[in-house]
């Protein structure tokens, strides 16, 4: 695979990941539950299916550009303490529905500390 088929992979899976973060945000936000959400499954599947394609795609980039060859490198360390904590994220949101407007603004700003690291690796 092309280090270009990796990359929309990649972007594909974060749209699904900010997306049904977006959904979940939105549900808490206006007194919904877990229990009384008819859309819980399909958003929980998107946010675990943009997760694995955020983990395997960013991966293959870094195997056709063969920078993986002496361990991870550093970039990927605060890239994947951001995933952990986006893919912890609908837990916190259900669980805490007082911080849905905190998580408004930093949900946002992990995926720009993501980005960063991601763009500036060099």
Excluded: C, D
């Excluded at 795609?57 to 550093?74: D, I, S, Y």
């Amino acid at each position: 695979m092309t280090y270009e088929f990796y990359n929309t992979l990649h972007i594909v899976g974060i749209i699904l990941v900010f997306m049904a973060l977006g959904a979940a945000l939105l549900h808490a936000g206006n007194g919904g539950t877990r229990e009384h959400n008819p859309s819980r499954k399909l958003v929980s599947g998107l946010h675990g299916l943009g997760l694995l394609l955020i983990l395997v795609a960013g991966f293959g980039m870094l195997a056709t550009r063969q920078m993986m060859v002496n361990g991870l490198p550093g970039f990927i360390h605060p890239k994947l303490l951001v995933w952990l904590l986006l893919g912890a994220a609908p837990a916190l949101i259900m669980r805490k529905p007082g911080s849905v407007p905190t998580l408004w603004v930093v949900l946002p700003l992990l995926g720009a500390v993501a980005a960063y690291f991601g763009i500036n690796h060099s």
